[in-house]
């Protein structure tokens, strides 16, 4: 990407957290070429930051609509989300693929869509993954979804000092099932939605992409190379499955049990309750 892009979409995301935080009259948006930060780890953490407040977003921590800190507790009040809505529950389920109607990355067109202009989301997800550095071949959203699969956790948890108020339910090596809780939403029956609509509707998926694996797979005239690529994403997908089964298992033991949380025993307390699902912190 050449430097006019780049500082062009930087100086808009610096525009957007200025009016944000309100500082219009006290810092400047302008990034000169000396200092256009896609050359340097600054850039990478000023994506990092506006992809922890995107996720703020979607959880209903923050709101385009609303200055700072809109909901950590109480009473939940979705008329304060007017332009971006968060995601029910305080959930956010991140898969591998496209599955769903609130796949991640779709959520994130739908932000950056809002936050800037609809014209220009293709030209942001091209900024924002190659300030994370894409390996060669590889798309800016498959990218993002890389991000937030395997990287945003642990980035959260550094930023948090190991008190992360965004829980992971992480089941495991194959990652069959990684979906984020608000701690300032969870609910009694956080769990059971968790294994109902998040662990039993992938699995589901999964399966599903078996079956078209061996629908093609019947083909007579199949290549020996597209048979072998098959054939290993077929494994991929049963190991998930497997892992998923056993995981299910301990999900369901924290679904019947409907524990409850209280905020003021704190993160390291209440996390500690659900050592089992959640990822380990690091």
């Not at 995601?87 to 779709?106: P, Q, R, S």
């Not at 959203?141 to 699969?149: A, D, P, S, V």
């Not at 694996?213 to 199949?222: E, K, V």
Request: charged share 35%; hydrophobic share 35%; with cysteine.
């Amino acid at each position: 990407m050449c430097n006019r892009d780049s500082r062009k979409i930087e100086e808009e995301i610096n525009e957007f957290f200025v009016n944000l935080y309100g500082l219009e009259e006290e810092v400047s948006t302008t990034v000169l070429d000396n200092y256009l930060s896609i050359q340097s780890t600054e850039c990478i953490k000023e994506v990092k930051s506006f992809l922890s407040y995107f996720i703020g977003c979607l959880m209903g921590r923050y709101s385009l609509d609303v200055e700072g800190l809109v909901y950590a507790g109480g009473g939940f009040d979705e008329l304060k989300y007017d332009r971006f809505n968060p995601n029910k529950d305080g959930l956010i389920h991140i898969t591998d693929e496209h599955y769903f109607d609130y796949d991640i990355i779709a959520r994130l067109r739908e932000f950056l869509a809002v936050a800037f202009t609809p014209d220009t989301v293709d030209e942001n997800l091209r900024w924002l993954a190659d300030s994370l550095k894409m390996k060669k071949g590889e798309l800016p959203e498959e990218r993002l979804r890389r991000y937030f699969i395997d990287e945003f956790f642990n980035d959260h948890c550094k930023t948090y000092q190991k008190r992360p108020i965004y829980w992971l339910v992480d089941s495991g090596k194959q990652k069959g099932l990684r979906t984020l809780i608000y701690m300032h939403r969870y609910q009694p029956d956080t769990m059971a939605t968790i294994r109902f609509e998040h662990l039993q509707e992938i699995q589901s998926k999964y399966q599903n992409e078996i079956d078209m694996i061996d629908t093609r797979l019947a083909n007579p005239s199949l290549s020996p190379a597209d048979k072998r690529t098959l054939e290993k994403s077929k494994k991929e997908y049963q190991k998930k499955i497997e892992e998923l089964q056993g995981f299910d298992k301990k999900l369901a033991t924290y679904a019947n049990e409907q524990i409850d949380i209280d905020l003021d025993d704190g993160v390291k307390v209440n996390y500690a309750m659900f050592d089992e699902v959640l990822a380990k912190i690091k």
